[in-house]
């Protein structure tokens, strides 16, 4: 959100407290912000910094990103804010969207394209600015295309602070976008300040850890208040009546945690305890029971009817959505009207009157998930997918919801899966369908489906794990139910994964022994002229002349059928008799006859052909190029080339090729 733009949000957020012991922290991003501002002004090149605050569950981690929030405020800064949640890791980009959607949404429409540029249709989706094709997207492509838009976005909006919270419960994607950014954040006029708990960053985090182990940025680890300022802390709610003993026996009891500390004072508040010496002894078992915040701490706290919308309010987790979280709770508007006005006055929720509301402190939220009983929380999350669906969501975010579910046998529930799965891929989040694949096989779905969903949970891993991809699409062609169609795309994919792990000889014979189970037509000849394309790349052959021959009369079969010279096929086999006759030496009037006939007549090539093409990938387009190159025709490889690095939607076929045996 921007605080140059909207204020309300710290309106609408609880009181900032007083940080004690944090002087050194407030002063180094007094100093960061105070830097960006001067250099900006100054026109700097190295303009960005970053600052690193970690620390156990209620140091004062998201308080001092709140004050981060308010120190950039004053000084008219452009602020991006996100918190990651514990139940939404399974929501690729989400936390990436709640740092960029808002601040793209106030651009105008010219401002927006502007900052997406050529990369609209890439990244758009992932940020939630443009409905997937359904194409599956490259992953590397996507963060390419994200880069893009956070360089224009900081060049238009400059200077920007970003604070990123609780980033141990980030979306791997977001996760792995955010880790790029850390190290390119010199280069702009962008403060990055992200906060996590100690010892629970994922291991895919190894970037932010280097940047801790480096110590060339500002690296804040918080440590409980020592027994002076958690003095402090008990006179700022006792101020006339707090004795000394009573005083450090709260540090004791609480470590010197700030929210621990905070919720035993409340909890002797609630109970009526004077603090005094004679009631120090009771303060370990309220110490307990305030920390422990477990089913019977909440109902005797808010009561049936609040209790339940709370616990609601913790299935969505972040950003909830009132009437949603109304709907899961099963209560009238009316009466989650009073359950919310009690939850602010308990501080235990905040937002605007209409939503969306959030947790103050993420331990609140943990306490209340956890609080639901295991049977009732699988049923939670089924009404929770079904509600979000009804209201409107993407199955993006509501399939982590069904994640969590119960397989009964649904057929309903594994569409639901599958139709998520097509939507990860679409924003370029392979990991993110594989989950939602999983749990289709598992539910399990009918017999007739079942070996088209092992195909699309083996094309779903083709970007993130050959070895699955390998034994997946097995299974699938194993699998009697599958259909022929389906057949030669699984086949044309093993056979890729296969060369891309050197096994050039067995993605030649498994396309070939294919293609000869395979009725004539269109699906039989794609695979015919894959096998040609994995053996023009194997360094020995048994038969070279025998294949050479073979290749020549199929090229001259499918142009003979082809009169237009439209045909796809057609045109691929004579682009690979072209290379062919290039290795031999043939002469070159002839080679780029052939070649030339591949393409469109200005040179281009064909849509089914392009680098782009799931059909073929990128072997093709590149053996085209490279028989240019041969045979001297360096200004046309040059235009090929230059077309395969515009900025463009990857599919996850070609994508794959990147490991391909021509690079």
């Known amino acids: 959100m921007s605080e140059r733009e909207n204020g309300q949000e710290a309106d609408e957020a609880p009181a900032l407290p007083r940080l004690y012991e944090r002087e050194a922290a407030i002063g180094a991003a007094k100093a960061a912000i105070d830097t960006l501002g001067r250099q900006f002004a100054a026109g700097g090149i190295e303009l960005g910094s970053l600052l690193l605050y970690s620390g156990k569950p209620g140091l004062g981690k998201t308080s001092m990103l709140r004050q981060v929030r308010m120190l950039a405020g004053r000084e008219g800064l452009t602020v991006l804010s996100g918190r990651a949640g514990e139940q939404r890791g399974n929501e690729p980009y989400y936390l990436l969207r709640q740092l960029l959607l808002p601040e793209l949404l106030r651009l105008d429409p010219e401002q927006r394209r502007e900052v997406l540029g050529p990369w609209h249709e890439v990244a758009g989706p992932a940020i939630g600015l443009a409905v997937p094709s359904g194409e599956a997207a490259d992953p590397q492509s996507v963060r390419v295309g994200l880069d893009y838009v956070m360089t224009q976005l900081a060049r238009l909006r400059a200077p920007l602070v970003m604070l990123v919270d609780d980033l141990q419960w980030a979306d791997l994607e977001s996760l792995g976008w955010l880790e790029s950014f850390a190290q390119r954040c010199p280069e702009l006029p962008v403060l990055l300040a992200v906060a996590w708990r100690s010892g629970e960053l994922p291991e895919q985090a190894q970037a932010f850890r280097a940047l801790v182990a480096g110590n060339s940025h500002q690296h804040q680890e918080f440590q409980g208040l020592q027994p002076k300022a958690t003095e402090k802390l008990v ?138 009983r295991l049977g009732m929380r699988t049923a939670m999350h089924g009404k929770a997918a079904q509600e979000l669906e009804h209201a409107g969501r993407p199955l993006m975010e509501s399939s982590r919801h069904l994640l969590e579910t119960h397989p009964e046998g649904d057929p309903e529930v594994v569409a639901k899966l599958r139709r998520a799965a097509r939507e990860h891929l679409a924003v370029g989040a392979p990991d993110a369908a594989v989950r939602c694949l999983d749990r289709a096989l598992a539910e399990p779905p009918e017999d007739e489906d079942r070996a088209e969903v092992i195909y699309e949970l083996g094309c779903a891993t083709l970007l993130t794990d050959p070895v699955s991809t390998v034994n997946q699409l097995r299974l699938a062609l194993d699998d009697p139910g599958l259909s022929s169609g389906l057949r030669v795309d699984a086949t044309f994919r093993l056979s890729e994964v296969l060369a891309h792990s050197g096994q050039l000889v067995a993605a030649a014979e498994v396309t070939l022994a294919e293609a000869e189970r395979t009725a004539p037509g269109p699906g039989r000849t794609r695979l015919q002229v894959a096998h040609f394309i994995w053996a023009a790349f194997q360094r020995e052959e048994a038969d070279g002349p025998a294949r050479s021959a073979r290749l020549a009369q199929l090229s001259a079969e499918l142009t003979a059928a082809d009169p237009a010279g439209d045909d796809l096929y057609a045109r691929a086999a004579r682009a690979l008799r072209a290379w062919d006759l290039t290795l031999q030496g043939a002469d070159v009037t002839q080679v780029l006859a052939l070649v030339d006939s591949a393409l469109l007549p200005d040179g281009r090539l064909p849509e089914g052909l392009g680098w782009t093409s799931s059909v073929w990938g990128l072997e093709l387009p590149g053996i085209i190029g490279l028989t240019y190159i041969y045979t001297d025709r360096l200004d046309r490889a040059e235009k090929l080339f230059e077309e395969a690095i515009r900025p463009s939607r990857w599919r996850a076929g070609a994508a794959a090729t990147s490991a391909s045996p021509i690079s």
């Open 235 to 372: 006179r700022e709610v006792f101020p006339e009546t707090a004795e000394d003993s009573f005083c450090r026996q709260v540090w004791a009891v609480t470590d010197g945690n700030p929210f621990l500390v905070n919720a035993l004072l409340a909890k002797v508040r609630e109970s009526g305890i004077e603090p005094v010496h004679e009631n120090v002894l009771l303060l370990h078992d309220l110490a307990a029971e305030a920390q422990g915040m477990d089913r019977e701490y909440w109902l005797g706290k808010l009561g049936v009817n609040t209790f339940n919308f709370a616990q609601a309010a913790a299935m969505l987790n972040t950003q909830i959505a009132i009437p949603v979280a109304t709907r899961i709770a099963g209560m009238t508007p009316a009466a989650a009207a009073e359950a919310i006005a009690e939850l602010r006055r308990q501080q235990v929720l905040y937002g605007p009157a209409d939503g969306p509301l959030e947790f103050v402190h993420p331990l609140l939220a943990t306490s209340l998930y956890k609080s639901i």
